[in-house]
């Protein structure tokens, strides 16, 4: 049954389109990849499966395109249990790392698989591969072999290929990783237009942290086999909910210390003998209890007379980036790495200098140290 | 190429810059060449001697007559004037009379016996028959008193032979090994029925190595398929086990499937046993045995060049398929078979042109109707002696399979035959 056939005995709106119920995976029998994932994939969305090699991300995304099966639980798709059904009976399109491509067959074939797949008329296949090809700008490519086109190109084809059957759900394993950099932030546009224009759902596994901040309209940070934090780009990043998050997220400052004082939503940490620092508390904690501290290098005021938690420190380095110049304290024997705008970070500032560095006790969070 | 191509507009602007830079660049890469020329040169150098060349020199022994030249060099002489029709002259029988008186009582009588043999049974016997009542007496007709010898002499066939025969070069064993003959007016025709042989050899040859081709590719394919697919641990026991059979002689293993397969051996023992026969199957000695004992020989030249493509087949091209809406069977028609084609080709030639070649298997395990061309150029080479028969025989088998390999280059694309 094809996607569209589904569509029009659809869940009831506000239903989500994929559902995944206390899913488990285990390889071996004894450890499990992923650890009892719930997860609600609204129609229409950008959601990132975001997270480190070994986190559970890709096993996620081939249990719901059905290349792996779940050791248990249960996935649903618009409402229909997809858990047992071979892929071919899906109707998920999906893009695959380096492309796969079939190599056999030339740029027009290979995006009229899926329509031949399902024995499509061949003028109607023409018309429809032919606008696909026009709508990732390849329309005069459709004679070419795949290794004739460069690697955009081919993942332009790959995502033609993939969208061409209008299926509603695309799936997108690290779509990106062999492009270079350049080539990599023009196709993420470009991926993100056909997405607002067609309005399908895509859900897209990446490694790549500000891939996943600049695309997503929400991320699910993976680690160890569970989802650490589900949210909008912007709540991952001003308010991460663990320390794992905060650290996989953008430059991040971790700091190790003992609570010796707890107030209900801040806590005083004691970095070393004479050195304390109050934080926001996110997990509860209390007096004696180890905590890690978050700080973005960037909440780092380096202007004199900052208003809480001030410190002198002496610059160890200072590392120049273009868009930023990095400075590297040490505080109470951690490194402690502020960032500025070269423009604004004052001359005084140079190696070995003291400076007066300072931030607000809001933009400090500590976290239970596990 | 291209890459040169593309290059040279600019090394023509940078030569009018710097006029010694070209020919730097083509003394540098003359260097290269040398070098590289003197690393191939060893192989070159024993390749041609040791195979090209013995190989040239087979090959012209099938057209190669040098026997009648030298031996009957006045016979020789008259009969490339005679012209061939009815009966010669005076001066032929003078001819063949002095050289035979030549070489009376030498070995060479009978090498030129046996030559002329093949294509005239009994001319052995009537060389030397009349060569020990020579010479004739001084002045008498040299006919006359050859007839008198042997009534053969005033036989047309027998000079016709000669005169076909007295060439530098013969078509004699080429057409023998198409089982046919020239009359002697110089028709093509077809040897008697009882004496077709070569024909009925070469399609036996061409069968019975299609259908070990077939078998070695069916079995092949799915093996070399699983193990592409098996984890790093699995595919090399596999491969071993795979590879086993190459651990022991051809000879050795042959003669182990005479004992397994014939009526009192393992395999007829083990089915009567299981109650699936109830009388031994004839399993040796005929072309049962013979492709039973091929197909496991040829096997692992099947399986590993389809492997080591499988190898290369990506499982995302697979999986992307199913993606895509395809079936399992549509799958490995659209995906997977055209990507492990070339490895099919490649060990499907590997397993034909050997199979074509084969002698000892069929020698050993096969009946007398089962011998194939290998045998039979064995057979020419060795206890016949006659190495022209030979020599065109296998100048067949070489064209047979260049024209396989070449249809074959045409369907699935040359580059694809290889072995990656």
Known sequence: MSIQAMAADAAPAGEPLVRFSRVQKSYDGQSLVVKDLNLDIARGEFLTLLGPSGSGKTTSLMMLAGFEAPTSGRITLQGREITALPPYKRGIGMVFQNYALFPHMTVFDNVAYPLRARKMAEPEIAQRVTAALDMVKLGPFGARMPAQLSGGQQQRVALARALVFEPELILLDEPLGALDKQLRERMQYELKQIHERLGVTMVYVTHDQEEALTMSDRIAVFDQGRIQQLAPPEELYESPANAFVAGFIGENNTLEGEVVASAPHAVTVRLAPDIAVTATAIDPLAVGDQAVLCLRPERISLAPGAAENAFTLEVERLVYLGEATRVVFSLGGQELIAKGDPMKVPVSIARGASVTVGWRTADCRAFRKE | ?420
């Open chain 2, 1 to 420: 190429m291209t890459a040169m191509a593309s290059a040279s507009p600019r090394s023509v602007s940078v030569a009018v810059e710097n006029p010694g830079l070209a020919a730097q660049v083509s003394a540098s890469e003359r260097k290269h060449l040398i070098k590289m020329l003197a690393l191939l040169a060893p192989s070159v150098i024993f390749t041609a001697l040791f195979f090209v060349l013995p190989l040239a020199l087979f090959m012209f022994r099938s057209v190669d007559n040098p026997e009648i030249q030298t031996y009957l060099p006045r016979t020789a002489e008259v009969m490339q004037s005679w012209s061939g029709q009815g009966e010669p002259d005076e001066a032929a029988f003078a001819a063949i009379a002095a050289d035979l008186n030549a070489i009376r009582g030498q070995p060479s009588l009978g090498l030129i016996g046996r030559r002329l043999n093949y294509a005239l049974p009994g001319a052995r016997g009537l060389l030397t028959k009349t060569a020990r009542r020579l010479p004739i007496a001084e002045g008498a007709s040299a006919k006359d008193a050859l007839i008198a010898i042997d009534k053969q002499w005033a036989d047309p066939a027998l000079w016709g032979v000669l005169h076909q025969q007295s060439g530098r070069l013969t078509d004699f064993y080429l057409l023998t090994a198409l089982d046919l003959h020239k009359s002697p007016e110089g028709e093509l025709r077809r040897v008697a029925p009882e004496q077709r042989i070569f024909i009925d050899l070469y399609g036996r040859t061409l069968s019975v190595s299609l259908t070990v081709t077939a078998l070695c590719l069916l079995i092949g394919f799915p093996v070399a398929a699983v193990m592409a697919r098996a984890g790093k641990r699995a595919a090399s026991w596999m491969l071993m086990l795979v590879l086993v059979p190459f651990w022991t002689s051809l000879l050795v293993r042959s003669t182990a499937w005479v004992i397994l397969l014939q009526n009192e051996g393992l395999v007829n023992k083990a089915l009567m046993a299981l109650g699936i026969i109830s009388s031994p199957l004839p399993l040796v000695f005929n072309r049962a045995g013979v492709i039973i004992a091929m197909v496991h020989v040829l096997l692992p030249y099947a399986i590993l060049p389809i492997y080591s493509v499988m190898k290369g087949v990506s499982g995302n091209h697979l999986r992307a398929a199913a993606s895509l809406g395809a079936s399992p069977l549509r799958v490995f028609r659209t995906v997977y078979l055209p990507l492990t084609l070339p490895g099919v080709a490649a060990g499907g030639t590997l397993v034909f042109v050997l199979s074509v070649g084969f002698y000892v298997t069929p020698a050993l395990v096969g009946g007398p109707g089962d011998q194939m061309i290998g045998y039979f150029i064995a057979y020419f080479t060795n206890s016949a002696v006659n190495w022209g028969l030979a020599s065109a025989l296998g100048a067949f088998l070489l064209i047979v399979v260049a024209a396989i390999y070449l249809a074959l280059g045409k369907l699935v694309g040359f580059n694809r035959l290889r072995v990656r």
